[in-house]
């Protein structure tokens, strides 16, 4: 795999920057579909917001100035999308988050891409009554199994944070399951 | 007497709780091993949350990333090919001209004016504008902007006054050079 630093010299220069965006396309776009999908449920809207992340990438990759690692910053840019894509949803359709999220989990019941069961089923009505940084912090351990250092600069939560974030809603988790 | 009373006390106290022996030796194993029988027990939450996701879309996204990005700032257009169709192009745009133009005047041109505020507020509102405040101050000359425009509430004295009572709480902190007021 092509060095981070490389890539990112290769994206800023005009003649490298086209081959170099599909490297980093390849790379990041099943790790980024899968955390965006986690966020907005539905398959099509994942591949949207995916799509528009990667835009906004290309148009930003200039003005990224490698402070952090590459992969935080296009996660940065992916959560930031896929919220406002969410916000976007419930205010074109004049209903409240809330109201978005239980109906995005009922849509989930006849969505063609979602294979799960009952307890699956219940696990995504029992995320949709976390706060959205809890549910994100969730899902990047739990599912996406990544480590807290990179949620830290991911998500720009001190680590500490981050633990007792993914330890309360493990627990807020456990007793919806255990009481539904 | 008093020191002997507190050394007796201590003596006591000292003595009246007491810990199996060698258990500060094997806690560390103990809270270790207790952790994993924990994150074990875990398991009423599911090991996958049962998202699927159509064949081949990983393969046919990139394409469709590449054609939005790399593809369309690069695409270059050839002028060349279209200077047949100038002459031509230019002898529909005169007829369009003579044809319309005639009646322009009796056409309704509409303005900025005739927007309604509520359809321009809900633009606003609908479509993530990618401004942010830095570049929305250089877009927007403060010369032509009174603070009252983009207030809700129109400043005057005493919400100034208002405001400072309930936020402020040592006076100080305004650096008032009060040699200004004297």
Same mark, same amino acid.
């Given at each position: 795999?092509?060095?981070?630093?490389?890539?990112?010299?290769?994206?800023?220069?005009?003649?490298?920057?086209?081959?170099?965006?599909?490297?980093?396309?390849?790379?990041?776009?099943?790790?980024?579909?899968?955390?965006?999908?986690?966020?907005?449920?539905?398959?099509?809207?994942?591949?949207?917001?995916?799509?528009?992340?990667?835009?906004?990438?290309?148009?930003?990759?200039?003005?990224?100035?490698?402070?952090?690692?590459?992969?935080?910053?296009?996660?940065?840019?992916?959560?930031?999308?896929?919220?406002?894509?969410?916000?976007?949803?419930?205010?074109?359709?004049?209903?409240?988050?809330?109201?978005?999220?239980?109906?995005?989990?009922?849509?989930?019941?006849?969505?063609?891409?979602?294979?799960?069961?009952?307890?699956?089923?219940?696990?995504?009505?029992?995320?949709?009554?976390?706060?959205?940084?809890?549910?994100?912090?969730?899902?990047?351990?739990?599912?996406?199994?990544?480590?807290?250092?990179?949620?830290?600069?991911?998500?720009?939560?001190?680590?500490?944070?981050?633990?007792?974030?993914?330890?309360?809603?493990?627990?807020?988790?456990?007793?919806?399951?255990?009481?539904? | 007497?008093?020191?002997?009373?507190?050394?007796?006390?201590?003596?006591?106290?000292?003595?009246? $709780?007491?810990? @199996? %022996? !060698? &258990?500060?030796?094997?806690?560390?194993?103990?809270? +270790?091993?207790?952790?994993? =029988? #924990?994150?074990?027990?875990?398991?009423?939450?599911?090991?996958?949350?049962? $998202?699927?996701? @159509? %064949? !081949? &879309?990983?393969?046919?996204?990139?394409?469709?990333? +590449?054609?939005?990005?790399? =593809? #369309?700032?690069?695409?270059?257009?050839?002028?060349?090919?279209?200077?047949? $169709?100038?002459?031509?192009?230019?002898?529909?745009?005169?007829?369009?001209?003579?044809?319309?133009?005639?009646?322009? =005047?009796?056409?309704?041109?509409?303005?900025?004016?005739?927007?309604?505020?509520?359809?321009?507020?809900?633009?606003?509102?609908?479509?993530?504008?990618?401004?942010?405040?830095?570049?929305?101050?250089?877009?927007?000359?403060?010369?032509?902007?009174?603070?009252?425009?983009?207030?809700?509430?129109?400043?005057?004295?005493?919400?100034?006054?208002?405001?400072?009572?309930?936020?402020?709480?040592?006076?100080?902190?305004?650096?008032?050079?009060?040699?200004?007021?004297?």
């Amino acid at each position: 795999m092509i060095a981070e630093e490389t890539l990112i010299k290769e994206l800023k220069q005009k003649e490298s920057q086209a081959k170099a965006f599909e490297v980093l396309v390849n790379t990041y776009k099943e790790r980024l579909y899968w955390h965006i999908r986690r966020i907005v449920l539905d398959h099509d809207d994942a591949d949207d917001v995916l799509q528009n992340t990667f835009i906004k990438v290309y148009r930003n990759i200039e003005g990224f100035k490698g402070e952090s690692k590459l992969y935080s910053w296009l996660y940065r840019i992916a959560t930031n999308e896929s919220l406002t894509f969410l916000k976007q949803k419930s205010k074109k359709a004049g209903i409240s988050d809330e109201e978005l999220k239980n109906r995005m989990v009922e849509n989930l019941q006849s969505d063609v891409y979602f294979e799960g069961d009952e307890i699956q089923l219940k696990l995504q009505k029992a995320l949709a009554t976390l706060p959205d940084k809890q549910k994100l912090v969730f899902t990047m351990k739990y599912f996406q199994e990544m480590k807290y250092g990179d949620i830290s600069e991911a998500l720009e939560t001190s680590v500490g944070a981050l633990k007792a974030s993914y330890h309360l809603a493990v627990k807020k988790i456990e007793s919806y399951l255990k009481e539904n | 007497m008093f020191w002997s009373q507190i050394k007796d006390m201590k003596k006591d106290k000292e003595n009246s $709780f007491n810990t @199996p %022996e !060698g &258990y500060f030796e094997n806690f560390h194993e103990r809270l +270790m091993a207790r952790m994993e =029988k #924990e994150a074990q027990t875990e398991s009423v939450i599911p090991k996958s949350d049962g $998202f699927a996701i @159509p %064949e !081949g &879309y990983l393969d046919r996204v990139t394409p469709k990333i +590449m054609s939005k990005t790399v =593809k #369309e700032s690069g695409k270059v257009i050839q002028l060349k090919s279209y200077r047949k $169709f100038y002459y031509s192009a230019a002898a529909a745009a005169a007829v369009f001209v003579l044809v319309f133009g005639i009646n322009w =005047k009796s056409t309704p041109t509409v303005a900025f004016d005739d927007l309604a505020n509520a359809e321009i507020d809900a633009y606003f509102e609908s479509n993530e504008l990618d401004i942010n405040t830095y570049e929305l101050a250089e877009l927007v000359s403060l010369d032509n902007v009174e603070l009252n425009d983009v207030l809700e509430q129109d400043l005057n004295a005493e919400n100034i006054l208002e405001y400072l009572d309930e936020t402020i709480d040592d006076i100080d902190e305004l650096n008032i050079d009060y040699s200004d007021y004297e």
